[in-house]
């Protein structure tokens, strides 16, 4: 059965903090992993990883995929009261299941 | 949490037919949410459902195109009406429970 475990499921830090965030995956025919940041009603795109090795970076946000151990993190450097939310890792597959959604982090950052 | 289910899976369909999409939860849960989902982008909220009432649909989304039941605490189907190419993206029905969102596997719809 596919399934997505995300770790911690929630997180409270202090701004100027780093966080890592763990997605680890289970999917018979996987396409690509996703990443979003869900704050308000629909989850924003963050990334999306298909192959492994490769770091994707936009701002203080990072991210990389490893298709051998089946898992990918999410990495916030020097974090900010605005980065409060909700990551949600998400696999897409090939066959069968569309998307297999994680459960989410939970990430609060204090002032 | 909940499990969420959909059919179909996938479809490809004619110009100018109508699909509906079936959602199917295992716990009772009073919000569900219809979300877009195209490739390399945020997913679109469309509409909130609600048992008893009309769905609420979010700029953009109109009630003739996208048509929504919801007959009890566990079932929605979200019709997109009249399709056109435009429409093919994978549709994700999605339920708020206990403070938490889960998400269903969506379905990859292709018009033609």
């Known amino acids: 059965e596919d399934k997505v475990v995300q770790s911690p499921l929630s997180l409270v830090v202090h701004e100027g903090d780093t966080v890592t965030l763990n997605c680890s995956y289970e999917v018979t025919n996987f396409r690509s992993l996703l990443w979003y940041k869900q704050e308000k009603k629909a989850p924003t795109f963050l990334f999306m990883l298909t192959s492994s090795g490769i770091e994707k970076k936009s701002g203080r946000l990072s991210s990389i995929l490893d298709k051998k151990e089946l898992f990918s993190i999410l990495n916030i450097t020097a974090t900010q009261t605005g980065d409060s939310a909700v990551y949600l890792c998400?696999?897409?597959?090939?066959?069968?299941?569309?998307?297999?959604f994680g459960p989410g982090t939970r990430l609060s950052v204090l002032p | 949490s909940a499990v969420i289910s959909q059919k179909p899976s996938r479809d490809i369909c004619q110009r100018g037919t109508s699909l509906t999409i079936q959602c199917q939860v295992d716990?009772?849960?009073?919000?569900m949410f219809w979300y877009r989902q195209q490739p390399g982008q945020s997913l679109t909220l469309i509409a909130t459902?609600?048992?008893?009432?009309?769905?609420?649909?979010e700029s953009g989304f109109v009630i003739d195109k996208f048509p929504i039941s919801r007959p009890n605490l566990t079932f929605s189907t979200l019709t997109v009406s009249n399709m056109s190419p435009e429409d093919s993206s994978i549709y994700l029905c999605s339920v708020a429970l206990k403070g938490a969102q889960y998400f269903g596997p969506g379905t990859r719809l292709t018009v033609l």
């Open positions: 716990s009772q849960v009073t919000m």
């Open positions: 998400a696999v897409e597959d090939n066959y069968g299941q569309n998307f297999v």
């Open positions: 459902a609600n048992q008893g009432s009309e769905a609420t649909y």
